[in-house]
C-alpha cells in the first residue's frame, strides 16, 4: 500500500494493484508457451491456458463518447466521456473481451489504448460478466489464442488444470 499525508491530516491508501515492477513485457513463460502455440496450436494450446492460469494480462480501456454540445457554429464538443473495456463482436455475432500480453501487442492494435493489468482469470471473469463468449488474446498478433466454452469458464473459476500430453481437464474444488 501506498500511503500519504501531511502531518495531521489522514493518510490515504492506494491498493497496490500487485504487479509492482511490471514493465509490460509478456512474462516469459507465457511468452515460451505462444511461440510453442505459434509452431503448433493443437499441441500446444493447453500449455497457454497452463500458463495464463498464473499469468497477468492487459485489458484495453478506450475511451466512448458520452454527451456532445454543439456550439453556435454547430460543431460539436465532447461535454463528457467514459472509459470502457472493449468488446469485439465476431462474424457470427458472439462478442469477445480483448486481453494482451504486453504493451507491445496492445499498442500493436491501438495505440491509445490504456492497459490495466490483471490477472488472467480476472479478465476472464470480466467476458463471462459481460456476456462474451470468448477472450480474445494478443488480437493484433503476433500470436492470437482464442478462449472460450469450458477453457473460458475454468480460468474465470480459477479451477485447477490437469494436464497429461496434449489433453487437459478443467478439476473445480471441492465444495468446503
Known amino acids: ?59 484495453p480501456v478506450v475511451a466512448v463518447l458520452g454527451e456532445v454540445e454543439h456550439d453556435e457554429a454547430g460543431l460539436v464538443h465532447d461535454k463528457t466521456s467514459d472509459m470502457a473495456a472493449v468488446l469485439l463482436q465476431g462474424n457470427d455475432g ?12 496492445l499498442a500493436a492494435w491501438n495505440s491509445e489504448a490504456r492497459p490495466v493489468p490483471v490477472p488472467a482469470q480476472v479478465a476472464a471473469q470480466s467476458a463471462l460478466q459481460d456476456g462474451a463468449a470468448a477472450l480474445v488474446v494478443d488480437v493484433a498478433g503476433p500470436v492470437t489464442v482464442v478462449v472460450e466454452g469450458p477453457d473460458l469458464s475454468g480460468l474465470a473459476s480459477g479451477w485447477r488444470l490437469a494436464v497429461v500430453g496434449e489433453r487437459a481437464a478443467w478439476i473445480r474444488p471441492e465444495p468446503e
Do not use: K, N, Q
Request: glycine share 12%.
Open 1 to 59: 500500500m501506498i500511503e500519504s499525508g501531511a502531518e495531521g491530516e489522514p493518510s490515504r491508501r492506494i491498493p497496490d494493484p500487485g504487479f509492482a515492477g511490471d514493465t509490460g513485457a509478456v512474462p516469459s513463460g507465457l511468452a515460451a508457451a505462444l511461440a510453442a502455440y505459434a509452431a503448433d496450436p493443437r499441441g500446444s494450446y493447453v500449455r497457454v491456458l497452463d500458463e495464463l492460469r498464473s499469468a497477468r494480462v492487459l485489458v
Open 94 to 105: 458472439r462478442l469477445a473481451l480483448l486481453a494482451f500480453t504486453g504493451t507491445e501487442s
